[in-house]
Antibody, heavy 115, light 109 residues
Framework: QVQLVQSGAEVKKPGASLKVSCKAS????????IHWVRQAPGQRLEWMGW????????EYSPKFQDRVTIIRDTSASTAYMELSSLRYEDTAVYYC????????WGQGTLVTVSS | QAVVTQEPSLTVSPGGTVTLTCGSS?????????PYWFQQKPGQAPRTLIY???GKHSWTPARFTGSLRGGKAALTLSGAQPEDEAEYCC?????????FGGGTKLTVL
């Protein structure tokens, strides 16, 4: 069965960088793109960007364009989302989701930015 | 960036019917926005109910229907069940960028 398993919760200091992983199983990784979405406490979901796992093409939300990088490792069937220059307001749950009908989501990774 | 709007909250009686809508600040919502609908319960990841306006996943209960109505995307719940109480969020596509709505808190009461 299709599964997306994300890395565990993290606590980061302001100004630091973050890297969250999303390991896919149960399907051919390179066939689909992977989205990254976040949800701050009490806020709406925010789309951050996506990567096509086959050719590595990416597209980013204008809001995160200058701070986010999404990459993938096809040998590990894993996508990664890197966010730099963390701010307190980056405290959120970060999700990955498989593109093409958004049918499958990771369990979410809680990231807390705190000094 | 476009703003996607939803009703902040709605209430439906058990067994009743309710329609949630999803509008766009850029104008009429069309199939070209590939409207999605997600259900989210507290502490859980979103679950995709509807894709591409009206497509259903294998796990989507038959009582949920997606459509375009009055220039907006719409999610109709017919025969509401207590377990349908949740936040419902829509998603629209704008030339390479995806934008979520603010969500509708649906109460079944």
């Amino acid at each position: 069965q299709v599964q997306l398993v994300q890395s565990g919760a993290e606590v980061k200091k302001p100004g630091a960088s973050l890297k969250v992983s999303c390991k896919a199983s149960g399907y051919t990784f390179t066939t689909y793109a992977i989205h990254w979405v976040r949800q701050a406490p009490g806020q709406r979901l925010e789309w951050m960007g996506w990567i096509h796992a086959g050719n590595g093409d990416t597209e980013y939300s204008p809001k995160f364009q200058d701070r986010v990088t999404i990459i993938r490792d096809t040998s590990a069937s894993t996508a990664y989302m890197e966010l730099s220059s963390l701010r307190y307001e980056d405290t959120a749950v970060y999700y990955c989701a498989r593109a093409t009908n958004w049918g499958f989501w990771g369990q979410g990774t809680l990231v807390t930015v705190s000094s | 960036q476009a703003v996607v709007t939803q009703e902040p909250s709605l209430t439906v009686s058990p067994g009743g019917t309710v329609t949630l809508t999803c509008g766009s600040s850029t104008g009429v919502v069309t199939s070209g926005h590939y409207p999605y609908w997600f259900q989210q319960k507290p502490g859980q990841a979103p679950r995709t109910l509807i894709y591409n306006t009206s497509g259903k996943h294998s796990w989507t209960p038959a009582r949920f229907t997606g459509s375009l109505r009055g220039g907006k995307a719409a999610l109709t719940l017919s025969g509401a069940q207590p377990e349908d109480e949740a936040e419902y969020c829509c998603l629209l596509f704008y030339r390479g960028v995806w934008v979520f709505g603010g969500g509708t808190k649906l109460t079944v009461l």
